[in-house]
C-alpha cells in the first residue's frame, strides 16, 4: 500500500449496501460516499477518489452512464472504476464493460474478491500514471538531446572560426552569432593592451558601462534577469538568462566553453600583433637604413668622380705643357702614367655597395624566418 492513503468512493442508494462497503474498506482506504450517480458526479472534483465503487441500479441516471460520462472526460478518464451490481448475468457484465468499467462484482459479492479487485485496479492505475510520467519524461530527455546535439554544433562551429579569426570585430561577430543560436543575446567587452573594445552594445549603454565596471576576478555574476562571465580579457553579459534551471545550467556550460576559447583567441590575437608590430617596425628601419646607404654611398661616387676629374685636367695641362716645352716622350709617358695610377688609387667603390646590399639581404632574410 502507498503511503498516501487512496480514496474510494462508494456510489449505491441502498443504505446497508453502502454501510458495509464502508466497513470493509474503511481500514485500508478513505471512504467518500454518495447516493446517486448526480450526487458522485458533482462531488467528485471536491473529494478527488482514486477509485469508484458504482452500483448500476440508481435512482436518476444509473451506473452505466454515470460511467460513460466519466470516461468521456479527459480529467476522469484514467478514474478507475468498479461495478458492484444486483445483476450477474454475461449481458450485464459486457454491458458494464462496455460503459468503460474496469471491473464488475456481482452482489451478494465475496469480500476477499471485491478487496482485491479495488487493490489491483488501485496498484494498475498507479502503474500507469508512472508510466505515462516516465514516458513524459523520456521524451522530454530525447527533446533535450536533440536539442544539445545541434547546440554542440553550433559550439563546435564556433571553436573552428575562433581558430581562423584575424581581429577582435571578426571574434565578436562570430561570438553574437554563436550565442543567438542558443536563443540568447549578449554584449561583450574585450580588453585589448591599449583599450576596451564593446560590441553588441551601443556605447554609454547600460550594457556597455556593467561590462565596463566587470573585472577579471568578478568570475560569473549574476545580475536579476542577467548574468556576466568574466576572464582576464574579456567579459560577455547575457542579457536574460532563461528561468529554467536545468537549460540555464546548460547555457552556462556553452556560454562558459565560449569564453575560453575567445580568451585563448585574443591572447594568440594579441601575440601575432606583436609579431607584426615587430616585422612592420624593422621593415621601417631597413627602409630607412638603405635610405641613408643610398646617399652615403652617391656622395662617395660623386667625391671619386671629382678627384678623378681633378687628376684628369692636371694631367691634361701637365701633358700640355710638356709638349709646349718639347719635353722627351718619356717624359709625357710618365706623367700619363702617374695619372693612371693615382684613378686607381682612388677608393673602390664596390666593395662598399657590396656590403650594404649584404646587411640588407641579411635583415631580409632574417624578417622570412
Ligand atoms: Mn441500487
Redesign the pocket.
Known amino acids: 500500500m502507498p503511503d498516501v492513503r487512496c480514496k474510494v468512493m462508494i456510489v ?3 443504505v446497508e449496501n453502502r454501510q458495509l462497503l464502508k466497513a470493509l474498506l474503511e481500514d485500508d482506504y478513505e471512504v467518500a460516499e454518495t447516493e446517486s450517480a448526480e450526487e458522485c458526479l458533482e462531488k467528485l472534483g471536491f473529494e478527488k477518489p482514486d477509485l469508484i465503487l458504482m ?1 448500476v ?2 435512482p436518476g441516471i444509473d451506473g452505466y452512464e454515470a460511467c460513460r460520462r466519466l470516461k468521456s472526460q479527459n480529467d476522469t478518464r484514467d478514474l478507475p472504476i468498479i461495478f458492484v451490481s444486483g445483476g450477474a448475468s454475461t449481458e450485464e457484465r459486457l454491458a458494464g464493460y462496455e460503459a468503460g468499467g474496469d471491473e464488475y462484482v456481482t452482489k451478494p459479492f465475496s469480500v476477499q474478491d471485491l478487496l482485491q479487485k479495488v487493490e489491483r485496479s488501485l496498484l494498475t492505475k498507479q502503474e500507469e500514471v508512472q508510466l505515462k510520467q516516465t514516458i513524459a519524461e523520456a521524451q522530454a530527455a530525447a527533446q533535450r538531446a536533440l536539442i544539445s546535439s545541434t547546440e554542440l554544433g553550433g559550439l563546435n562551429l564556433y571553436m573552428q572560426q575562433c581558430g581562423v579569426a584575424q581581429s577582435y570585430q571578426e571574434l565578436a561577430d562570430y561570438l553574437l552569432r554563436a550565442v543567438r543560436a542558443f536563443g540568447l543575446h549578449c554584449s561583450v567587452a574585450m580588453r585589448g593592451p591599449l583599450d576596451t573594445v564593446f560590441f553588441g552594445c551601443e556605447e554609454g549603454s547600460l550594457e556597455a558601462d556593467l561590462l565596463a565596471k566587470a573585472r577579471p576576478s568578478d568570475g560569473l555574476v549574476q545580475l536579476q534577469a542577467r548574468t556576466l562571465l568574466n576572464s582576464q580579457n574579456c567579459a560577455i553579459l547575457v542579457k536574460s538568462m532563461p528561468l529554467d534551471e536545468q537549460r540555464s545550467g546548460q547555457l552556462h556550460q556553452y556560454l562558459s566553453v565560449i569564453l575560453d576559447a575567445t580568451t585563448a583567441r585574443m591572447d594568440t590575437l594579441q601575440v601575432l600583433q606583436e609579431a607584426e608590430a615587430q616585422r612592420t617596425s624593422t621593415i621601417k628601419n631597413l627602409i630607412r637604413t638603405s635610405e641613408s646607404e643610398k646617399q652615403r654611398i652617391r656622395d662617395k661616387y660623386q667625391d671619386r668622380e671629382m678627384a678623378q676629374r681633378e687628376i684628369l685636367e692636371k694631367l691634361r695641362g701637365q701633358v700640355e705643357e710638356q709638349i709646349l716645352r718639347n719635353l722627351a716622350e718619356q717624359c709625357v709617358m710618365s706623367s700619363v702614367d702617374e695619372g693612371i695610377r693615382r684613378i686607381n688609387d682612388l677608393p673602390d667603390l664596390s666593395k662598399d655597395i657590396e656590403s650594404s646590399f649584404n646587411s640588407t639581404k641579411a635583415i631580409l632574410n632574417r624578417l622570412l624566418d
Do not use: K, R, S, T
Open positions: 449505491e442508494d441502498a452500483d441500479q440508481l
